[in-house]
């Protein structure tokens, strides 16, 4: 049996991180499993659905690495469909129409609540002749759902769980109008899909149950079903915008690297050991249902940022450089320095070091892109009085003669400046990063020279030493 998965999304205009962890583990259990991921949208709400909300819920997947197999798949065009099982349900005499006004209805369950009875449907078209249909009312169509024993699910992580189903009504299938219900669509889609494995949050379980009576009365065998723990924030309450970001875009826009994403999302209801650091090969070898967390998983900013700062440090610096430079770009502007992109790889490597986010990054980064002269943070400015200034304009000259501009030569000329001065080595360099990058931490001084290259070098501390630029305190 080749394994099917799907994520089966209703557009609301972004993709939600509880959607993504929903995407991720089906993603996963069919990788895993060499089966297929496929991607439907439940895009029956017009309104909702349009071509923006479909495309953000794509964007976000494909940001985050999670690839489907063939084409996406639209539970609207899919509405004939729909219709054509609810009327062979009919024919097989497995639902039958009903003809109650929404009046009717109303007073049915408001005189069933009045006295104390199940509120469901009562099943009064169930059994009567299509003959006495009333004239020119179209009806709903209901399945004739069984009234005795009960519904089972064997969920692969909320265990076996039965309905009786005396408990559930004949819910509608198709209505008046014709459109079908979300139940009836999901079942026919995923029949037809030939789905194996139906991964949802733990919202939707209630929901199988009904789905089982579609699947049995059509005489089709449901897929197994995992309904996951939903994702909750820091309060211990269902994650929603009021716990911060929830849309896979904005964590993105915050700077997180899909893997960063990917890893943390796993590890928020899922379990392999003691591993906090899995790799997404490595998470395809070792998914399954059974690592899975029974309670819900609180979103944790602090873990994911950690996290992220890892796989920054894992990353290719080409690539960072990639992802920090339209930011700089964006962020800088005019003091933007084109033609001086080629600084940032060489110091990417240090640069990744110290940074949680690509946000971190592109901000430590851009002293080596900025246009002179550097603005200077207020503890850097401290640095810089006139004493120092002083120091830094005889520097300039020593460094001015400097041949070879490497860091090691560099440094001999700051190191030999101390000693003469009965100096400490930080006692210089402090107040050379101060003037090289406007700021009181930085990568290792002397590489950030080399980088720079002797003529922005010499060109920032002639800057400083002559008091020209801004301090930002
Ligand atoms: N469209 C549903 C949702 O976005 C998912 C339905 C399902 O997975 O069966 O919650």
């Known amino acids: 049996m080749t394994v099917v998965t799907r994520f089966a999304p209703s557009p609301t205009g972004f993709l939600h991180v509880g959607g993504a962890h929903t995407a ?30 479909v495309k953000a819920i ?35 005499g497995k639902a039958y129409p009903c003809y109650c006004t929404p009046e009717e209805l109303t007073a049915m369950r408001e005189q069933a609540a009045a006295e104390g009875r199940f509120t469901g449907y009562d099943g009064r078209w169930r059994d009567r ?28 992580i909320q265990g076996t769980v039965r309905v009786a189903n005396d408990q559930m009504d004949d819910m509608v299938l198709l209505r008046a109008d014709g459109t079908p219900t979300y139940m009836l669509a999901v079942v026919v889609d995923d029949h037809d899909m030939e789905v194996t494995h139906a991964v949802r949050g733990d919202d939707h379980f209630t929901n199988a149950f009904r789905q089982t009576q579609i699947y ?6 449901p897929p197994i079903f995992a309904h996951m723990p939903l994702i909750h924030g820091p309060d211990g309450k269902k994650l929603s915008k ?40 490595q998470a395809i070898e070792w998914f399954g249902f059974e690592g ?14 950690n996290l992220n700062g890892h796989y920054i440090r894992q990353a290719e610096d080409r690539r960072l450089v990639g992802l920090t430079l339209p930011r700089l770009r964006d962020s800088l502007g005019a003091d933007f320095a084109e033609g001086t992109e080629d600084r940032l790889l060489a110091g990417m490597a240090a640069l990744k070091e110290r940074a949680k986010t690509l946000v971190d990054l592109a901000d430590s980064a851009a002293f080596y892109v900025r246009r002179r002269p550097l603005p200077v ?16 304009a005889q520097i300039r000259r020593q460094l001015a003669s400097v041949t070879a501009w ?63 630029g801004h301090s930002e305190a």
């Open 216 to 221: 049995n009365a059509m005489g089709w065998q």
């Open 406 to 468: 490497k860091a090691e030569n560099l440094e001999a000329v700051a190191r030999a400046h101390a000693e003469g001065a009965g100096l400490k080595l930080g006692k210089v360099a402090q107040p050379i990063r101060a003037a090289l990058t406007g700021a009181t931490v930085s990568p290792p001084i002397f590489a950030v020279m080399e980088i720079l290259g002797s003529e922005e070098t010499l060109g920032r501390l002639d800057d400083v030493v002559k008091g020209i």
């Open 58 to 92: 794509l964007d976000g997947l494909t940001w985050l690495g999670l690839d489907w197999d063939g084409e996406v798949i639209s539970q609207f065009s899919r509405v004939a469909r729909h219709a054509e099982v609810a009327r062979q349900m009919v024919a097989a």
């Open 242 to 281: 009021r716990h911060g970001a929830v849309a896979v875009g904005n964590y993105a826009d915050m700077g997180f690297l899909p893997e960063a994403m990917r890893n943390y999302l796993l590890r928020l209801g899922w379990s392999h050991g003691d591993d906090e650091i899995i790799g997404t090969e």
């Open 129 to 156: 002749d299509p003959s006495e249909a009333p004239a020119g009312v179209a009806p709903a169509i209901r399945l004739k759902a069984p009234r005795e024993g009960e519904t089972v699910i064997d969920d692969l």
């Open 24 to 53: 991720l583990f089906n993603w996963l259990f069919a990788r895993h499993n060499g089966g297929k991921f496929l991607l439907r949208i439940e895009d029956t709400d017009r309104a909702r659905s349009t071509e923006e909300a």
């Open 377 to 392: 943070d207020a503890a850097a400015a401290a640095l810089l009085d006139a004493q120092a200034r002083d120091m830094l």
């Open 292 to 305: 899975v967390l029974r309670s819900p998983a609180r979103f944790d900013m602090a873990k994911l940022t």
